[in-house]
T-cell receptor, first 111, second 115 residues
Framework: GQQVMQIPQYQHVQEGEDFTTYCNSSTTLSNIQWYKQRPGGHPVFLIQLVKSGEVKKQKRLTFQFGEAKKNSSLHITATQTTDVGTYFCAGFGNAGNMLTFGGGTRLMVKP | DAGVIQSPRHEVTEMGQEVTLRCKPISGHDYLFWYRQTMMRGLELLIYFNNNVPIDDSGMPEDRFSAKMPNASFSTLKIQPSEPRDSAVYFC?????????????FGPGTRLTVT
């Protein structure tokens, strides 16, 4: 079945440093969604990417969808303590009808 | 809208006891999902419903787990009998649709501890 992998599992950064998490699928995706889960909270939808090579920005966050639609990345510029949490990618396969979540990347920011 | 509502928020029970988790999806959402989250296994989809009908329960770990959705505004996830390895955070989520254009809205979760 479809598998979605995320790396790294954990990332410690100093406040102000950049951060990137990568998402890779075993199959081609029709779209990919990104969610953020604050410590003790629940996943909250951030954004969706649909087109091959698509790039979207939300303030300091930049999301990319690979040309082959099998990978994606989330880049945070100049991290802040409010960015702390676990970032999940979730992909819809072309043939399937299920949203498959990656294992998440837990971001910790030192002030 | 108040969002997805789950109860209880915390549940502590002894091994062998029955546990029932409850969820009220966002009004108008046709799809309801139950997830389990643990450090070891991450976020796992257990089952999902469309218009109150269970569509895919392949993620339900074993016969001790059962889920129902008697109407569009209520769903339950039951574990009987519970075991310590069932300890996890259980999330309910809902969405308007299932295809690639729809985001899922998660509830606050129920933290279950089985001793």
């Amino acid at each position: 079945g479809q598998q979605v992998m995320q790396i790294p599992q954990y990332q410690h950064v100093q406040e102000g440093e950049d951060f990137t998490t990568y998402c890779n699928s075993s199959t081609t995706l029709s779209n990919i969604q990104w969610y953020k889960q604050r410590p003790g909270g629940h996943p909250v939808f951030l954004i969706q990417l649909v087109k091959s090579g698509e790039v979207k920005k939300q303030k300091r966050l930049t999301f990319q969808f690979g040309e082959a639609k099998k990978n994606s990345s989330l880049h945070i510029t100049a991290t802040q303590t409010t960015d702390v949490g676990t970032y999940f990618c979730a992909g819809f396969g072309n043939a399937g009808n299920m949203l498959t979540f990656g294992g998440g990347t837990r971001l910790m920011v030192k002030p | 809208d108040a969002g997805v509502i789950q109860s209880p928020r915390h549940e502590v029970t002894e091994m062998g006891q029955e546990v029932t988790l409850r969820c009220k999806p966002i009004s108008g959402h046709d799809y309801l999902f139950w997830y389990r989250q643990t450090m070891m296994r991450g976020l796992e989809l257990l089952i999902y419903f469309n218009n109150n009908v269970p569509i895919d329960d392949s993620g339900m770990p074993e016969d001790r787990f059962s889920a129902k959705m008697p109407n569009a505004s209520f769903s339950t996830l039951k574990i009987q009998p519970s075991e310590p390895r069932d300890s996890a955070v259980y999330f309910c989520a809902s969405s308007f649709g299932l295809d690639a254009t729809y985001e899922q809205y998660f509830g606050p979760g129920t933290r279950l501890t089985v001793t």
